[in-house]
């Protein structure tokens, strides 16, 4: 399966309500991500990040990093998962990726027939993409460890919807084969 993994708004200022205590778990879930991108089997696959363009209609992705960076906990995240040269990006108005962005006609053209949903915030972005990509036929991934959200608890619930509903694989980085 040509597979692609997305990025789900870990260019992120993290200035909002409840920002605070999702920054520790973010970091870790960008830092789980890495270590997945590193792995022999995923350093092929398309990488694209999806980000919220926070309201600025002329803005480009460069100028989101740019933004995201002005705040301590955003360019902590920043610095700690900045797109590659080779990345892809779409910039996203409302929650889901796939909600008026070039996503999937840009998954078409490169033939992705399997997602990777990495990112924040579980319980609102990456939940809102992975029900449009069930909806369109996509098998998933959604690692556990490479979500999160403010609390443990809503992380949880996350999971367990995206497993059950969903029938994703939600298996940690860890215990799933490199």
């Known amino acids: 399966m040509?597979?692609?993994?997305?990025?789900?708004?870990?260019?992120?200022?993290?200035?909002h309500p409840g920002g605070a205590r999702l920054a520790p778990r973010a970091l870790r879930a960008a830092r789980n991500t890495l270590l997945l991108r590193?792995?022999?089997?995923?350093?092929?696959?398309?990488?694209?990040?999806?980000n919220?363009?926070?309201?600025?209609?002329?803005?480009?992705f460069r100028q989101v990093i740019e933004q995201c960076e002005k705040t301590p906990q955003?360019?902590?995240?920043?610095?700690?998962i900045?797109?590659?040269?080779?990345?892809?990006?779409?910039?996203?108005?409302?929650?889901?990726?796939?909600?008026?962005?070039?996503?999937?006609p840009l998954l078409e053209h490169?033939?992705?027939?399997?997602?990777?949903?990495?990112?924040?915030?579980?319980?609102?972005?990456?939940?809102f993409t992975a029900n449009d990509a069930f909806l369109r036929g996509y098998p998933l991934w959604i690692p556990a460890d490479c979500i999160a959200s403010e609390t443990a608890a809503i992380e949880r619930q996350t999971v367990r919807y995206f497993?059950?509903?969903l029938r994703a694989d939600v298996r940690?980085?860890?215990?799933?084969?490199?």
């Not at 590193?38 to 999806?50: E, L």
């Not at 040269?85 to 909600?99: E, G, I, M, N, Y």
């Open 38 to 50: 590193a792995r022999r089997s995923m350093r092929a696959v398309h990488a694209i990040y999806a």
């Open 110 to 127: 490169l033939r992705i027939s399997r997602l990777v949903l990495t990112g924040v915030a579980a319980d609102i972005c990456v939940l």
């Open 82 to 104: 900045r797109p590659r040269t080779d990345d892809l990006f779409v910039l996203k108005p409302r929650h889901s990726a796939f909600f008026s962005t070039p996503l999937q």
């Open 163 to 165: 497993e059950r509903v």
């Open 172 to 178: 940690p980085i860890a215990r799933r084969a490199k």
């Open 2 to 15: 040509n597979t692609a993994l997305l990025l789900i708004d870990f260019v992120n200022p993290l200035d």
């Open 52 to 60: 919220d363009n926070f309201g600025r209609w002329k803005s480009d």
């Open 74 to 80: 955003g360019r902590a995240l920043v610095s700690m």
